[in-house]
T-cell receptor, first 114, second 115 residues
Framework: AQSVTQLDSQVPVFEEAPVELRCNYS??????LFWYVQYPNQGLQLLLK??????LVKGINGFEAEFNKSQTSFHLRKPSVHISDTAEYFC????????????FGQGTRLTINP | NAGVTQTPKFQVLKTGQSMTLQCAQD?????MSWYRQDPGMGLRLIHY???????DQGEVPNGYNVSRSTTEDFPLRLLSAAPSQTSVYFC??????????????FGSGTRLTVV
C-alpha cells in the first residue's frame, strides 16, 4: 500500500521569503502525485499534480513542485510567499493502476509573518 | 455551478444518535469517496465507490455505512454516533479510473460534533 509523509507539521516564514514544503511517499508501484491547499474553513483545492513527463510541474498561485523518483519525493516550492498563502497544504498520491484512492499526508501548516 | 455539494455544513449530535451526511455531484463522475479530517492526521478515507451500486471500505470504515444507488449521490450514514466521530467530513469525486489524471473535486465539508 502507498503512504505519504510530510516532514514538517508547521512552517513559519516571513513574507516575500522562499518556502519549501517537503513530501516523501512510499509505493511499490507507480503513482500520481498531488498537492492540495486548504484555506481556513474551506475545502481542498488542487494546487498541482504530477502525472508523467517533466519532473518539474507548475501550479496555481506561483507554486511548483519537483518529482524525484530516486528519492521518492515531491517537494513543493514557492520563490516568494505572500500573506494570502497562509493555509494548510496536503501532499497526496494515488495508484496509476487500480482503485483510484487518494492517500494523504498529515498536512503542513504554512504561516506567513509580515 | 458544477461541483460537489455537501449538506449540512454543521451538525451537533448526541451520542447514540444516527444521521446521514449528504453528498451530491453534477459532473457525472464515476468515482466518489468520503474522508474525515482530524488535526495532525491529514485526511483519511472512510468509504469509496467506483460507480453506482459498487462501494468499498477505506482506511477507517467502522461506524459508517454508505450506498450508491445513483451516479450523483453518495450519502454517508452514522449508525450510532460516538464522540470519536467528531470531525470534519469531506466528500470528493473524480471522473473514474482515469480520474487520477484529472484530480479530485472536493466538497466544502461538514463539521460534525458528537456530544
Amino acid at each position: 500500500a502507498q503512504s505519504v509523509t510530510q516532514l514538517d507539521s508547521q512552517v513559519p516564514v516571513f513574507e516575500e521569503a522562499p518556502v519549501e514544503l517537503r513530501c516523501n511517499y512510499s509505493s511499490s508501484v507507480s503513482v500520481y502525485l498531488f498537492w492540495y491547499v486548504q484555506y481556513p474553513n474551506q475545502g481542498l483545492q488542487l494546487l498541482l499534480k504530477y502525472l508523467s513527463g517533466s519532473t518539474l510541474v507548475k501550479g496555481i498561485n506561483g507554486f511548483e513542485a519537483e518529482f524525484n523518483k530516486s528519492q521518492t519525493s515531491f517537494h513543493l516550492r514557492k520563490p516568494s510567499v505572500h500573506i494570502s498563502d497562509t493555509a494548510e497544504y496536503f501532499c497526496a498520491v494515488t495508484l496509476i493502476q487500480g482503485a483510484q484512492k487518494l492517500v494523504f499526508g498529515q498536512g503542513t501548516r504554512l504561516t506567513i509573518n509580515p | 455551478n458544477a461541483g460537489v455539494t455537501q449538506t449540512p455544513k454543521f451538525q451537533v449530535l448526541k451520542t447514540g444518535q444516527s444521521m446521514t451526511l449528504q453528498c451530491a455531484q453534477d459532473m457525472n463522475h464515476e468515482y466518489m469517496s468520503w474522508y474525515r479530517q482530524d488535526p495532525g492526521m491529514g485526511l483519511r478515507l472512510i468509504h469509496y465507490s467506483v460507480g453506482a451500486g459498487i462501494t468499498d471500505q477505506g482506511e477507517v470504515p467502522n461506524g459508517y455505512n454508505v450506498s450508491r444507488s445513483t451516479t450523483e449521490d453518495f450519502p454517508l450514514r452514522l449508525l450510532s454516533a460516538a464522540p470519536s466521530q467528531t470531525s470534519v467530513y469531506f466528500c470528493a469525486s473524480s471522473p473514474g479510473y482515469r480520474g487520477g489524471t484529472y484530480g479530485y473535486t472536493f466538497g466544502s465539508g461538514t463539521r460534525l460534533t458528537v456530544v
